[in-house]
């Protein structure tokens, strides 16, 4: 996480302004504008149906915005494919859709999608980065969810992200693996140096790992500000 008055306006990694999204008549997400710097961990919370996980969506284009924009690196995210948007901002959901087979072949999915084949002492390495050292022959139907989840978070790293976007990562899990999963996150978000935005429903969650919070209500963005700021004020 970043330290206290280091980001800066020079230093917006992802930027929405006025940003939209209407489904059969029902607004998901109700002109947003927000910027999320550099090594910032973003917490976005709010009750079931407030729009969160709609808005992480829209992040990376797995859904489309009606209106609006979305900057990446100071571009026009629509510029950029799909495909190599997704792989700079990298998503972990809820639930761990692994596939069948290793926890290897999991992890080397996204690079051999570009024709890259991971070596295996870097898939290993991945592993160790996020607790797992010796998985790597394992059979994903065997792991726990704590474990699926961690395979999940290696997968996306394995793809080299700038930005990782992780919706209720841990409320699938027990709480000594929703804690061993957040201490991840943290740890990961620092030694990699990566921007972070996580959706969860859970606030004591948010005021343990955010630099920031986002509430979400109805769409919209009711405040913005640090966790002592917005969950305790």
Known sequence: MIAPGEASHNDVILA????????????????????????????????SGSGKSSFLRLLNRLDEPTSGTVTFEG?????????ELRRKIGMVTQR???????????????PRQRGEEMPPDEIDGLLVHVGLPGFSDRNVANLSGGEAQRVSLARALANSPTVLLLDEPTSALDQE?????????????????????????????????????????????????????????
Do not use: W
């Not at 489904?23 to 917490?43: K, P, Q, W, Y």
């Open 16 to 47: 929405t302004e006025h940003l939209s999204r209407v489904v059969g008549g029902v607004t998901l997400v109700n002109d947003v504008s927000v910027e999320i710097h550099t090594r910032e961990l973003v917490a976005v919370v709010g009750p």
């Open 75 to 83: 571009l026009d995210y629509r510029l950029i494919p799909p495909r």
């Open 96 to 110: 761990a859709y692994l596939f069948p087979g290793s926890v290897a072949d999991n992890i080397s999915f996204g």
């Open 177 to 233: 693996a929703k804690i061993g999963i957040e201490s991840l996150i943290e740890k990961i978000v620092q030694q990699s140096q990566l921007t972070c935005v996580l959706v969860t429903h859970d606030f004591e969650q948010a005021s343990r790992v955010a630099d920031r919070v986002m509430v979400f209500q109805a769409g919209r963005v009711l405040r913005v500000g640090s966790a002592t700021e917005v969950l305790h004020a």
